[in-house]
């Protein structure tokens, strides 16, 4: 995970899937050896648990959101989209599905027609 996140550059979610597949991979190994929180068992003197629950798992993701942060974070949102794309969006939609049609739908349902039962005149 380090490897990916500080020297790949790869983003937090990518290093999170990453640790999500190996916690996967643990707890579907050697029956339930691999579950639950890990921690070491003093009456057995062995480790127990999943290993990608472990404190310096976390403290690795811990340094990579902070990373991220530090380098103004993931995108998380989509950008502004221009006044001309939705323009241009609007005209392609009025041409695949006019308006007409859109109200003629919601006339017809609004005076009791199923929206199944509805023939457009296209």
Known sequence: MSLKGFHENLSKTTVESIRSAFKKMWELSDGDTYCGKWHFNEAKQHWEGNPA???????????????????????????VMT?????????????????????QMIDKVMNGAWPSDICLDL
């Not at 403290?59 to 942060?69: N, W, Y």
């Open 53 to 79: 629950d472990s404190a310096d798992i976390y403290d690795v993701l811990s340094s990579i959101k902070h990373k991220a942060s530090a380098e103004g974070g993931d995108q998380t949102h989509s950008m």
């Open 83 to 103: 006044k001309d794309y939705m323009d241009r969006a609007f005209r392609w939609h009025q041409a695949a599905c006019p308006l007409d049609i859109a109200l």
